[in-house]
């Protein structure tokens, strides 16, 4: 039995009374958060929706990211609920696991008594904001949006009310991955998912965030934030799923910030909505750091993916590296945007950035737009683009071979993301992302 739930057609997110609702539902916030919930209402109210006059949604398609049509959904019953959990496929083993519906928890697999020993919180955000307020109130959106979407950013901290909050203790180590499952239901609902990763000093934490729709011919919006804290000595690794349904507006931001000898990597599989905005931003904050962003994103039809990064660069003798792929079907468009940005202090940085496209159909569209901003005089950096068409001799040899087009475009797909793939240390997270892509092409 599919789930189902109502969404109240009085609350769309453009009238003045969304915000009186929200707060009529969730009385005991903290005064912090509820005054900071108050501005960013405020702030989205007064900022204009893109239009393309603006530098930052330049490439953009910006009709239709309005949001009036969508509104607050009211909460999902119990077989609902039971039914959606038992959907939600896992990627492989995991030391705890958090699935939500229309930003509802709906089941919780705890932590280990020896990881809650130690001090590891793994805990939704609604419950976190009351038992965890003064971690919250320090690193909860802390850091503004500056990449385009500062409005979706305004209105998610002004609507949000759960996610995930994980903090883990120096000289912790995890060595199973935690997954937070996010699931959209129902017509036109809104849904405004968090993710507040913090990594002490010298611990190290796999995170894995994934969204979907429980039907795939549902209209959703969905306005993610994601925010990876690395201490001195940690290491991070982080994958976010986007598979919305392929009807959905969504939006995406990523902040990663390292601090002395830390790693990040952050992975993207990009692969559902109608229209997704993701914008990641990597921030070093103390040398000797290793910030690595990756991303892969499948199109077909008529998606538009629209992908926005910066790779900030605070503190010397540091790297960055930006890796994104885009793999474009029918008359999908996909739009890389990227500066890399170097401080004058920043000195003997080494950073990287690079897109590569692979259209598959002669309607598919990709833009790059890489850059460079360096006010230090000592440092090597980078950055490329290609945009290619499909080897016609490799497809020939499939399909004289007596594979389908389809099928050869698929195994050409996975020979074009493995460069990426290739780089996930857990298998079965490598191969959870493999078996997405196969899914799309099954279902395309």
Known sequence: MSPVTTVNRESELLTESVFEQF?????????????????SWMEYRSLPLPNRKMESWRFSNVRGLGVGPFGLANAINGRSRAALAARSQDPGSYAG??????????????????LTEKGVIFEPLQTAFSKHSGI??????????????????????ALNRNGTLLYVPENV????????????????????PH?????????????VDVYSSSEASSRQFAC??????????????????????????SFNTLT??????????????????????????????????????YSLSLSHLDQEMDQRTRQTHRAPHARSNLLFKNALLDSSKTIFSGLIKVDKSAQQTDAYQTNRNLLLSPKAEANSLPGLEILANDVKCSHGAT????????????LARGIGKRAAQQLLVFGFFEEVLEKIDNPELAEYHRRLVHEKFRNS
């Open 256 to 293: 990663a910030i390292a601090h002395r000898d830390s790693r990040i990597r952050a992975f993207g599989m990009n692969l559902g909505s109608k229209f997704s905005r993701n914008e990641g931003h990597s921030i070093i904050e103390g040398p000797g750091c290793n910030a690595e962003l």
């Open 97 to 114: 696991r958090l699935v939500f519906g229309n930003d509802d928890l709906l089941e919780n697999s705890p932590l280990s008594r020896e």
């Open 224 to 249: 993610a934030v994601s925010t990876l804290y690395a201490g001195a000595g940690a290491e991070v690794e982080y994958h976010h799923v986007q598979n919305w349904s392929e009807r959905s507006l």
């Open 136 to 157: 919250l109130e320090e690193f909860y959106m802390a850091q503004k949006s500056d990449l385009g979407s500062e409005k979706f950013a305004a209105l998610h901290t």
């Open 387 to 398: 945009t290619g068409q499909l080897d016609e001799n490799q497809l020939f040899y499939f």
């Open 195 to 207: 993710t507040l990763v913090i990594a002490r000093d010298r611990a190290r934490v796999v995170f």
């Open 23 to 39: 707060q009529g539902r969730h009385p005991d916030l903290p005064p912090w958060l509820l005054q900071q919930k108050r501005q």
């Open 173 to 192: 180590e995890i060595r199973l991955p935690l997954v937070s499952r996010h699931w959209a239901i129902s017509e036109n609902a809104a849904v405004f």
